[in-house]
């Protein structure tokens, strides 16, 4: 009898395809830890900003909360996944609003500014290799107006409360002995209806991200560590994932 053939690895743009009819279960799962963080970067954005830049927008429901709160009147959805656009309640037609079907990598063919830029739930994770990310980075830099606000957050690889105390300590220990980018490269997976859906990501350590925006030219201005389970604003940075406030030096 032929053995079953284990889930096929997917490019994280084809992976989002499939998820996209759930995507909105999986958001809400998380919802404590989307929601503070949404939080954070409407209470962080300066009064009277016009335009957003929301980069891996999935669905856009978040850049729209994000926007409407602030009265951002400017919209633009980055996201390559095809699935995840017509999955969400954005119209992308609305006033105000455009979306683009492109990946994180192809920002260098964009030609506009924003004052504020988002790249949230670990978007920068799916970009493969270390230089993509410091060149998406430097495209933030680019795209932004002089006193305008990036925020990015990512999963934290020495997240203590969500992977465990001995396995973080497996991590740091591995990543002490063996110094490579590669260290923070994990498999993602999701059940799609009974269906295992799988792909690539990165997890990183928070010397690891400042390492990538000095690379990129960029002052992270503000650390925020926060809870994936309830959402809480932690002060230790094992305690959580990190959401950084970045600008361009003056």
């Known amino acids: 009898m032929a053995r079953q053939a284990g889930p096929i690895t997917l490019d994280s743009v084809a992976a989002y395809d499939r998820i ?5 279960n999986l958001a809400e799962q998380r919802k404590a830890y989307l929601d503070s963080v949404d939080r954070i970067v409407i209470d962080e954005i300066s009064p ?14 978040r850049a729209r909360r994000i926007a409407q709160s602030r009265s951002i009147s400017e919209l633009t959805l980055l996201e390559p996944s095809v699935a995840m656009q017509r999955s969400g309640a954005v119209d992308a037609g609305s006033v105000g609003i455009s979306a683009r079907t492109m990946r994180a990598q192809d920002l260098h063919l964009l030609q506009a500014e924003f004052e ?7 978007v920068l994770g799916h970009i493969p290799e270390p230089a993509d990310r410091v060149e998406v980075l430097r495209q ?13 957050d990512v999963n934290h690889r020495y997240n203590t409360r969500h992977y465990g105390l001995l396995p ?36 990183f350590t928070d010397h690891e991200v400042r390492r990538l925006c000095r690379s990129a030219g960029l002052n992270i201005e503000k650390t925020f560590v926060v809870d ?22 003056n």
């Open 140 to 152: 933030f830099a680019r795209l932004l107006t002089p006193g305008g606000k990036i925020f990015v």
């Open 168 to 203: 973080t300590a497996a991590r740091i220990l591995h990543d002490r002995l063996f110094q490579r980018e590669k260290n923070g490269d994990v498999v993602v997976s999701w059940d799609v209806g009974g269906m295992c859906c799988t792909t690539t990501g990165h997890v």
């Open 48 to 61: 009277g900003s016009r335009s957003l830049l929301d980069v891996g927008a999935g669905d856009g429901t």
């Open 116 to 122: 504020v830029i988002t790249c949230l739930w670990n």
């Open 228 to 249: 994936y389970a309830t959402g809480q604003l932690r002060r230790w940075t094992f305690e959580g994932h990190l959401l950084y406030m970045l600008r361009r030096p």
């Open 20 to 24: 996209a009819p759930v995507f909105a």
